[in-house]
């Protein structure tokens, strides 16, 4: 992403401190990702070792994946680290290219806002009504929920501050040769 200007006041601080954030949760969806590795091993050894299985292993892998994939995300936009299929947009003058993608982060911002949006406002209704997913554990379904919803936000909010930055980077003066 390109950096907001100094004098960009209270954006800048809020880049700074998302960023910190983003890390955080992109560390968090790490280990996260061993958990889950441990917890397939764990269940492939105790299933051909002593034969027994362990209760919703292929049902908690399923749920911490949701916190593997989206709580990076934002973090991943920021340092523009997604494919991207650029074959069209190579061929067309830049203007085109950065008008594409200042469209492209603020249609994508309000999608992901929405969804986000949608998710969070269905917490409190899955928390009062006990809502459980199939299993001999009963894993409630409201936290999967949260941390799908805390990383849709947060991704929808670096689109937002990605596509003030291409603007921002747009509409300063272009610096010619010496």
């Not at 689109?159 to 930055?165: Q, R, S, V």
Request: aromatic content about 6%; hydrophobic content about 55%; overall charge neutral.
């Amino acid at each position: 992403m390109p950096s907001l200007p100094r004098e960009s006041g209270g954006l800048g601080l809020l880049d700074r401190l998302l960023d910190r954030i983003e890390r955080a949760l992109a560390i968090l969806a790490g280990g996260v990702l061993l958990a889950m590795g441990a917890l397939i091993t764990a269940s492939v050894l105790a299933r051909e070792q002593l034969g027994v299985t362990l209760p919703d292993d292929i049902l908690l892998v399923g749920l911490a994946m949701v916190a593997v994939v989206v709580l990076p995300l934002a973090h991943v936009q920021r340092d523009r680290g997604q494919i991207a299929v650029t074959v069209i947009t190579d061929r067309l003058p830049p203007a085109f290219g950065a008008f594409g993608r200042i469209a492209g982060n603020v249609i994508g911002m309000v999608l992901f806002g929405c969804i986000a949006a949608l998710t969070v406002t269905s917490v409190p209704e899955a928390y009062a009504e006990n809502h459980y997913y199939d299993g001999q554990l009963l894993v409630p379904v409201w936290p999967v929920k949260v941390i799908f919803g805390v990383g849709m936000g947060l991704f929808a909010l670096r689109l937002g501050l990605c596509a003030l930055a291409d603007l921002m980077v747009r509409r300063q003066p272009q610096e010619t040769g010496p």
